[in-house]
T-cell receptor, first 113, second 109 residues
Framework: DGGITQSPKYLFRKEGQNVTLSCEQN?????MYWYRQDPGQGLRLIYY???????QKGDIAEGYSVSREKKESFPLTVTSAQKNPTAFYLC????????????FGPGTRLLVL | EDQVTQSPEALRLQEGESSSLNCSYT??????LFWYRQDPGKGPEFLFT???AGEEKEKERLKATLTKKESFLHITAPKPEDSATYLC??????????FGSGTRLQVQP
């Protein structure tokens, strides 16, 4: 089955710790995205990538980093510089950057200990 | 700056009671409007894409329409399983999607 997988489902971060969220897709999509969702709010764009080895900052990139070494994978690192990391993180992909439909993974909930 | 506003924030319906959700947008150059359904603790599930004013799309009890300023998601004779948060998003060709904050729909039996 084609789709997007995210792991882990829940992640706990200690003070000062960097954590990495995994996102993998087997849809052969070129573009991938990371969004953050807080209770009662819409999705906010963190980073996006249109092609391997290239990515751009979204609206709330501070405290986050990404890499795109493979077409299938777009991991997100939440660094210690992100002071309020508790949120639901969603990864998405689309055939290409543009007016194409984005398909989402199941999400990772990050909690701070 | 692109803006998307969804109303109401929350809606409670009785089973079979039809209603509409609104998504109004202020953008320069709409290239697509998207509707998603999101269940608690899960990723959004794609429902519809609308590209031009006057366009309509249907899926089971849902029907999405688009004008130059807003989109409606009409729910006909809803069932409890239609309970979810419905998200609207727009694309203007600049970057990724801009999302509204969603409408939480609860359908009571």
């Amino acid at each position: 089955d084609g789709g997007i997988t995210q792991s882990p489902k829940y992640l706990f971060r200690k003070e000062g710790q960097n954590v990495t969220l995994s996102c993998e897709q087997n849809l052969n999509h070129d573009a991938m995205y990371w969004y953050r969702q807080d209770p009662g709010q819409g999705l906010r764009l963190i980073y996006y990538s249109q092609i391997v080895n290239d990515f751009q900052k979204g609206d709330i990139a501070e405290g986050y980093s990404v890499s795109r070494e493979k077409k299938e994978s777009f991991p997100l690192t939440v660094t210690s510089a992100q002071k309020n990391p508790t949120a639901f993180y969603l990864c998405a992909s689309s055939t290409r950057q543009g007016g194409e439909t984005q398909y989402f993974g199941p999400g990772t909930r990050l909690l701070v200990l | 700056e692109d803006q998307v506003t969804q109303s109401p924030e929350a809606l409670r319906l009785q089973e079979g009671e039809s209603s509409s959700l609104n998504c109004s947008y202020t953008v320069s150059g709409l290239r697509g409007l998207f509707w998603y359904r999101q269940d608690p603790g899960k990723g959004p599930e794609f429902l519809f894409t609308l590209y031009s004013a006057g366009e309509e799309k249907e899926k089971e009890r849902l029907k999405a329409t688009l004008t130059k300023k807003e989109s409606f998601l009409h729910i006909t004779a809803p069932k409890p399983e239609d309970s979810a948060t419905y998200l609207c998003a727009v694309h203007t060709g600049r970057r990724a999607l801009t999302f509204g904050s969603g409408t939480r729909l609860q359908v009571q039996p």
